[in-house]
């Protein structure tokens, strides 16, 4: 699973060639969820809640390259990564 993007112990990843709805994976210590990258939606796992406010922060500030990531991933080509959190 490539990763896209660390920060504030976030890592931020993204499948090869997985399932709609697009979205991305965040891990956090022994936390691990999936998020809708358009809404922002959790669509699966739990994060603490400063995490995942980084988080949720963060994909506001990059939706675009993430549909981007999630185009290149669904034609298995290399993925881009995308600015931390600052």
């Not at 358009?38 to 675009?64: D, F, N, Q």
Request: net charge positive.
């Amino acid at each position: 699973m490539p990763v896209l993007s660390r920060f504030s112990g976030i890592i931020i990843s993204m499948y090869f060639d997985d399932h709609p709805p697009q979205h991305f994976h965040a891990r956090y210590g022994s936390y691990q969820a999936k998020f809708e990258i358009r809404s922002g939606e959790l669509i699966i796992g739990t994060l603490p809640p400063r995490a995942r406010s980084c988080v949720e922060e963060w994909r506001k500030a990059h939706i675009e390259e993430l549909m981007a990531n999630w185009d290149l991933a669904e034609a298995l080509k290399p993925l881009r990564k995308i600015e931390p959190l600052r």
